[in-house]
């Protein structure tokens, strides 16, 4: 079965890094969409990042610049580097992935989910 099990979550100051890892089980990670929502209390989950099934890469505004999606096809594992990090980035991230090779923004089209991870950044 699909499962996605995340790590790296952690809390940093404002102007740190921190790298977020995806591994995927279940399926090649190179057949379908994956990407990163967050979701910060009381707001709604939006996606930060996507990468399709062909490599093409997306990035929500707030990330572009920053933050940036790789893939290890042999490790089966999704990555978001995260750097010059601020305070409004702290959020729960969620890896998730689509069995589509097309990549879209509605949270709704992804089936598959990770458990989380805690990113919180101090100013």
């Known amino acids: 079965r699909v499962q996605l099990v995340e790590s790296g979550g952690a809390s940093v100051q404002a102007g740190g890094s921190l790298r977020l890892s995806c591994a995927a089980y279940?399926?090649?990670?190179?057949?379908?969409?994956m990407g990163w929502f967050r979701q910060a209390p009381g707001k709604e989950r939006e996606g930060v990042a996507f990468?399709?099934?062909?490599?093409?890469?997306i990035y929500a505004d707030s990330a572009k610049g920053r933050f940036t999606l790789s893939r290890d096809n042999a490790k089966n594992t999704l990555y978001l580097q995260m750097n010059s990090l601020k305070s409004e980035d702290t959020a729960m991230y969620y890896c998730?992935?689509?069995?589509?090779?097309?990549?879209?923004?509605?949270?709704?089209?992804?089936?598959?989910w990770g458990q989380g991870s805690q990113v919180t950044v101090s100013s």
């Open positions: 990468i399709a099934s062909g490599g093409n890469t």
């Open positions: 998730a992935a689509r069995a589509n090779a097309w990549c879209v923004w509605a949270d709704r089209e992804y089936g598959y």
């Open positions: 279940g399926y090649s990670v190179d057949n379908y969409c």
